[in-house]
């Protein structure tokens, strides 16, 4: 166990914040990453990946975004979806790879972009069969 001293802070408009020390014991557990913890089977980036957008979206109809995306930078293209909404959702990449997910859950769509060419515009979509509001985290990436 290891003593740890928090602090709490609350912030009011126009007067001076009260600070409150509070000291707690908590456990510092470590954790091995394994193979198996960085592979799409978990919806999980490797390593070697580039980011391309991350968000969080809330109470939206639906949610379409478009990328040019450059083959050198990864001729992966992963789109992670966390439906944090309370209706099923579907997901796709250029209308490829459609994933159903539903409310609670995470999945992603892929599709390889090694073209001919140097770069593929991406089109991202998320939509519900029953044209409901979505909230969602989200992530776009690459990976070689």
Do not use: H
């Not at 809330?58 to 309370?86: A, C, M, R």
């Not at 790879?97 to 998320?126: H, M, R, W």
């Amino acid at each position: 166990m290891i003593k740890q001293l928090l602090l709490v802070g609350v912030l009011v408009a126009g007067s001076v914040g009260a600070i409150i020390y509070i000291q707690q014991e908590a456990e510092v557990v470590q954790v091995e990453a394994t193979e198996v913890d960085l592979n799409e089977e978990n919806g999980i980036m490797p390593i070697d990946r580039e980011i391309v957008s991350w968000e969080t979206l809330i109470n939206v109809v639906q949610f379409t975004d478009t990328w040019n995306l450059t083959k050198s930078d990864g001729k992966y293209v992963n789109f992670w979806v966390e439906n944090i909404g309370n209706s099923a959702i579907y997901i796709d990449i250029n209308g490829q790879d459609e994933t159903l997910i539903q409310p609670g859950k995470s999945d992603y769509a892929q599709i390889d972009i090694s073209g001919l060419f140097t770069s593929s515009k991406c089109t991202f979509n998320v939509r519900t069969a029953a044209n409901d509001r979505i909230s969602i985290n989200y992530r776009i990436a690459q990976r070689k």
